[in-house]
């Protein structure tokens, strides 16, 4: 046991007192007991994104998608009569806050749910202390998969949703089959290339050559060069961030038009288009889930309340979609069970959630805790939009392993033998993925 | 092959005039008055973000250029009286100092512009390129930045061996104490060196926000290479700016070209590393009279 000397703890009680007189009207654990006095009324939702620092770029839109679905919950009655409250922190773009933000929100606050985090290298250090203190994170991404947590529920897409279709229809509809690849120097690149590669031996396309380069540099002249001599029909892009707006300004400013060579990319959004001006980006083209000029009624509404509440120039995106839907699939779970324990909305409440989302209907996988999504291929037009030149018919099954790479893996979490290994307390099983090998 | 190498060669130029463009700041500053700039990549980036300002009221990148070089030397001029003259000898100190300016600039921008990446057109008579070898034109804006990199470097050699406030700036830089015995105001020395210095940033963020991505975190990778080309090329002496760009680019470009980027970058740093292992001052390095 440790002594409290005398000295220390007069200290102690200096700086405590000196604490309330500095914090004038309402020092922190008055706040707290308020807060707890306050609890039964509300239902505390966490959310997760970085509002300083370099993914703040974009993280602070998802924050913003958030908080306008919550608050178009909470305009419409709340879930089980009660508000939902935003619990909102700053993990300030570093790994190792994100995990001690996620401890705060769920020990301290202790948030029903949490919607956030946008990188992987996130996600992967939030994931341990959400499956040890038994958290719900709902995780609005496309990632590279190759993973299933109990307590994640993954609400982006994975790479097969957006290259299966994607991929072929180059070969086919625009009649490229050389790839040139070009990509970060990181693991999403390189998963998603993994497939393409894959892909493109399935549909008799052929890579000419694969290239990585180092995050955050903006340099590419020698790439491009590269990419002229190399006697390729297509780019594919899978460089990230800045990265993104250097490549097509420079692309464009070599002489390289969209009908020489046009960049086919899985993650190049209107966001980024903004950023390098349409006249960059016009011509070239994008696969994801959603754009914002998809034609639905819903996302009419989505994209008018959004401006409404951010600002007419402010742009949505896929992801900051699948933020949005986010947190409808939560207050739909919540009902669906009446209850805000976190194994009822794991096990009943948040598996086979429907809900009618900009994009379309969107459903959580029963098994996998991804999203059942639609596929759509746009090209950049003039005016900084995508036009949708291809919309799949049928939604599409999240697959975090493709079989055509990883035949003998998948996870299952409506597996009994699955769940009652997750049942086990987690000092026993560690093991919360779910995952099985057949 | 060897057409590819040689377009190559010359985008390489381009890349270090880059390079000169957005050390040369930092080079002035850090050699006369031994500051060593944290900040430098943030000036920069309030370079670009001018630029995105005179674009969106109807200028272009010309107009940018002086409009850059007069709100960044401005703003030098806050900080240098506001902070950094009162730390001047204590180096530890100035670094820190200036890496808190630096934060704060950051934070500023992204409260009055907005987190999200900012957008800088290309000036419209610079578009398109001319043929020189090989499939690819070589566009007019990398052109352009090579003349900006070669008239900077000139101007500054001009300030420094042509005019009177230039025989002071030597005269400091050689020994400052005896220089201030003979009547030269070594305190307005300062001042000047970094005004003028932040000013070149200022300029560097406006010609390089047309071909690259604006944003508040943009500056970070122009101030490492920036220290890369000081380190490589030796501080306090201008050849050894250009020495230090025109070796660190080329061997880049060329480098990446063989191999690929990542090879490329990490040759460029065994390099850097090898070369100050035998050349601790780097390449033009100043060894000081005794």
Known sequence: MRKIKRRT????????MGGILAGGTAPYFFTRSIARAAEGATIKVGILHSLSGTIAI?????HNAELLAIEEINAKGGVLGKKLQPVVEDPQSMVQVFAEKAKKLLLEDKVVAVLGCYTSASRQSVLPVFEQHNGVLLYPTLYEAQECSKNCFYTGAVPSQQLDDFVPWIIN????????????NYIYPKETNREVKALLHKHGGQTVAEEYSPLGATEFSTNINKIASSGCDVVFSDLVGDQIVAFYKQYREFGITAKDIPICSPITTEQEIAAMGPENAAGHYTSFDYFQSVGTPQNKVFVDRYKARYGKNAVTNAVMQAAYFSAFFLAQAIEKVRSTDADALIYEGLPGQEFLAPEGLVKID?????TWLWPRIGRANEQGQFDVVWTRKNWVRPQPWVPYLYPNKTCDFSDKRVVERLKKPWSQEKDRSGTINM | ???SIITQFLSGFSVVAILIIAALGLAIIFGVAGVINMAHGEFIMVGAYTAAVVGKLGGNTLVAIPVAFVTVGLLGLLIERGIVQWIY??????????WGVGIILQTVTKLIFGPELYYVGSPKFLAGGFRVIGRLPFPWYRLFLVIVAILLLALVFHVIFKTNLGLEVRAVRRNRAIAGCLGIDTARVDMAVFVFGSGLAGIAGAVLA???????????PYAVDSFMVLVLGGVGNLWGVAAGAGLIGEAETVLSFIFNNVIGRLLVFLFIVVTIRLVPKGIFGYYERR
Do not use: W
């Open chain 1, 58 to 62: 974009i993280e602070s839109s998802l």
């Open chain 1, 366 to 370: 029963e098994k996998n805790h991804h």
């Open chain 1, 9 to 16: 703890f007069l200290q102690s009680c200096a700086a405590g």
């Open chain 2, 89 to 98: 000898d204590r180096p530890l100190e100035t670094l820190l100092a200036t």
């Open chain 2, 210 to 220: 047309p071909i690259k991505s604006v944003s508040t975190a943009m500056g970070f």
């Open chain 1, 173 to 184: 509809t625009l009649g490229r089959k050389k790839f040139y690849l070009i990509g970060a």
């Open chain 2, 1 to 3: 092959m060897t057409q």
